[in-house]
């Protein structure tokens, strides 16, 4: 089992930035990918960035140029910088970790991020 708690959510001005945090614990060790997705109201849960154990990321073409995924393993967190914000960033923000790509893995239960133009 895995464990995600996230924190860092709140309301956020359009050009501003945040900062979202996810701390794991439990049986992590194979999760080789940890990352992030979010759901907007009526839509479905979409990925942000995610980041392997060697550091190499992916980020939603939405996201791309504004947002950077980072991890510490031996802090096991993973965190999301959102720069530029836009007010089409609002949406509930789930940390995941999985082993490969295709995996479901874990998600955490979520933290709500709204942006105010």
């Known amino acids: 089992q895995v464990q995600l708690v996230e924190s860092g959510g709140g309301l956020g001005h359009a050009g501003g930035s945040l900062r979202l945090s996810c701390e794991a614990s439990?049986?992590?060790?194979?999760?080789?990918?940890m990352g992030w997705f979010r759901q907007a109201p009526g839509k479905e849960r979409v990925l942000v960035a995610d980041?392997?154990?060697?550091?190499?990321?992916t980020y939603s073409d939405s996201v791309k140029g504004r947002f950077s995924v980072s991890r510490d393993d031996v802090k096991k967190m993973v965190h999301l910088e959102m720069n530029i914000l836009k007010p089409e960033d609002t949406a509930v923000y789930y940390c995941?970790?999985?082993?490969?790509?295709?995996?479901?893995?874990?998600y955490g239960r979520g933290t709500q991020v709204t942006v105010s133009s």
């Open positions: 995941n970790a999985r082993r490969w790509a295709s995996s479901y893995g874990y």
């Open positions: 439990g049986s992590i060790q194979s999760m080789n990918i």
């Open positions: 980041i392997t154990r060697d550091g190499s990321t």
